[in-house]
């Protein structure tokens, strides 16, 4: 079936402007997932979002940043203003159980802020 | 959280099994074993995971000690598509997600 998918996959912006990620989990998984991942670095949480339920913001690095989901479906991630150490790999990943550790990710954007 | 210690790198042939070890000696009770690869330039992908009961999926093998302090995912026939870093973590309820520098795996033709 289809896996997680995200749009774009490159994304070049100038510092200052906002911009925003798209992701598509896989069909029936109920719970998403943001994170970040910087050349060379580790995952880095930013959003959790099950079902009906308030996300869980307790990654996200700024104000700056925000997310949504919509029909418990498609989420959006956009970062205002956007700054040069924003520049990062921010990857979508979704799972079946909440709350679960088996989650499943799309490829990713590569967002370079010049 | 408990810490996981993997060799930075390892290296095998196409077509022979690996074995990546990965050592946790202060796994809690509750604690799960996951294990994640990620390919050059793709998002992470997940592999297996067990609590302790060694086990077996279609992608690999994870054979867990009695004591829980070690585990070894083994890939049975490696192929060129298995060369990766390979992170092994541990988790229970906590969703979030953090890798370490994991095991680089160089598979050779």
């Known amino acids: 079936g289809a896996g997680v998918s995200q749009s774009p996959s490159n994304k070049v912006t100038e510092k200052g402007k906002d911009v925003e990620l798209r992701c598509d989990p896989i069909s029936g998984h109920t719970a998403l997932y943001w994170y970040r991942q910087s050349l060379g670095q580790g995952l880095e949480f930013l959003i959790y979002f099950q079902g009906n339920s308030a996300p869980d913001k307790s990654g996200l690095p700024s104000d700056r940043f925000s997310a949504e989901r919509t029909g418990g479906s498609v989420s959006t991630l956009t970062i205002q203003r956007t700054q040069q150490e924003d520049s990062a790999v921010y990857l979508c990943a979704s799972s079946f159980y909440p709350s679960s550790y088996e989650q499943y990710f799309g490829p990713g954007t590569r967002l370079t802020v010049t | 959280d408990a810490k996981t210690t993997q060799p930075n790198s390892m290296e095998s042939n196409e077509e022979e099994p690996v074995h990546l070890p990965c050592n946790h000696s202060t796994i809690s009770g509750t604690d799960y074993i996951h294990w994640y690869r990620q390919l050059p330039s793709q998002g992470p992908e997940y592999v297996i995971h067990g609590l302790t009961s060694n086990v077996n999926n279609r992608m690999a093998s994870l054979a867990i000690a009695e004591d829980r302090k070690s585990s070894t995912l083994i890939l049975h026939r490696a192929t060129l598509r298995d060369a990766a870093v390979y992170y092994c973590?541990?988790?229970?309820?906590?969703?979030?997600?953090?890798f370490g520098k994991g095991t680089l795996l160089t598979v050779n033709p």
């Open positions: 973590i541990l988790g229970g309820s906590n969703y979030k997600l953090t």
